[in-house]
């Protein structure tokens, strides 16, 4: 019966165009703009600086699309060759888009041809805006997830070609200024809080990652931190199941 | 490490990331129900990981030494307090931003740039 329950949802809101689809998402991407192209552009500098040519940091940041891995990929560049403990390391630092993924099922079903690109074009930021709200009014989801997903991209692989192209050429201080995805991460989780329902998972989530990050590190407390949210939402969810019957 | 090595290692890396993505996907097509624990976890999941993404964007700010993250809990500080006050996102994102570029610039620093701007 439980699964029913958004596909109901999704047949009482009536079906916005593709242009409103994109005036939605085009005001709620402004902040992930900022803070992509600055990362961006540091990110394609970096790249040049180290003396790849421009063409790497355009076709990394369009195929890997994944901010973090990308600097350490230019690390793993940089030492011996060595295609399996890059790939664990890779697996490592992206082990949380297999929650993503799960979150999305739902709400990626049904949206047919865009489904491959929404599923290889979902970053933090843009996962974070997608699952606050998939569906806003006026809008045609399939057509807003793509947009949302679209928009980022561009911001990231258009920051990184700037920064190879051009170097680090702003003379505009633009230290402190990557603090918009943190602030903009802060705010969606202060906008779960109000659903009621989404506090204890949400103060979950905030403290075993705090405390993961504190025991195993800035590089290993991220697999530590799924494994202790996940193990912690199971036993919840044996305890309600058994509540129920 | 020669060019082929870096094309290969590249290609490793995009191979891995995306099956971190499609992972799911792949294991539960559209035609096919999730367990039902799946997609309960599904629905927990976005606001945990919301946390999550808070401390992974802060992962490198030092408690110990340095300035001790003061400054990022008074940016923090902000975004909340005038997310509370006026819920609107824009103008919280851009407050708590603007507050921790001027902490970490030094006020006349980052008012002088902010001038040159105009």
């Known amino acids: 019966m439980q699964t029913t329950q958004e596909e109901a949802g999704e047949v009482a809101k009536p079906s916005g165009t593709i242009l409103g689809s994109l ?8 902040p992930i703009m900022a803070g992509f192209l600055v990362l961006g552009i540091s990110y394609g ?12 940091p355009l076709a990394m940041s369009a195929l890997i699309y994944a901010g973090s891995m990308e600097f350490v990929t230019v690390d793993l560049l940089m030492s011996t060759f060595n295609p399996w403990g890059a790939l664990m390391l890779t697996l490592m630092v992206n082990a949380r888009h297999l929650f ?6 739902p709400v990626f079903r049904g949206t047919g041809r865009k489904k491959p690109y929404l599923i290889f074009g979902m970053c933090d930021e843009t ?19 793509f947009f949302v997903t679209l928009l980022n991209q561009i911001y990231w692989v258009g920051g990184a070609t700037l920064g190879a192209v051009l170097g680090n050429l702003a003379n505009f201080d633009t230290k402190g200024l990557d603090f918009v995805l943190t602030a903009m991460f802060l705010v969606l989780f202060l906008e779960q809080w109000r659903q009621a329902e ?11 990652s705090l405390a993961c990050l504190l025991v195993f590190g800035p590089d290993r407390f991220i697999i530590p931190s799924m494994v202790v949210i996940l193990a912690i939402f199971i036993l919840l969810d044996f305890h309600s199941q058994r509540e129920a019957s | 490490m020669t060019t082929t ?6 290609g490793i890396v995009v191979l891995g990331t995306m099956a971190t993505r499609f992972l799911p996907f792949i294991i539960w097509p559209e035609g096919r129900r999730p367990p039902a624990l799946v997609t309960r976890l599904g629905r927990l999941l976005p606001a945990a990981v919301m946390g999550l993404l808070v401390v992974y964007s802060l992962r490198h700010t030092h408690l110990v030494g340095g300035d001790h993250g003061i400054y990022e809990a008074l940016a923090l500080l902000v975004t909340t307090l005038v997310h509370l006050r ?31 701007l105009g």
């Open chain 1, 127 to 145: 996962f974070a805006l997608e699952s606050a709200d998939p569906h806003p009014d006026g809008t045609d989801k399939g057509w807003y997830l």
């Open chain 2, 86 to 116: 006026w819920r609107n996102m824009m103008v919280s994102i851009a407050c708590g931003t603007l507050t921790y570029m001027a902490l970490v610039q030094g006020w006349l620093t980052f008012l002088v740039g902010l001038a040159g």
């Open chain 1, 23 to 30: 005036a939605a998402a085009f005001p709620r991407t402004l």
């Open chain 1, 100 to 105: 993503y993924g799960l979150a999305m099922l």
């Open chain 1, 198 to 208: 989404a506090r204890l998972p949400a103060i979950i989530g905030l403290l075993a």
């Open chain 2, 5 to 10: 090595q870096q094309l290969i290692t590249i």
């Open chain 1, 45 to 56: 500098f970096l790249m040049t600086s180290r003396g790849f040519p421009v063409i790497y």
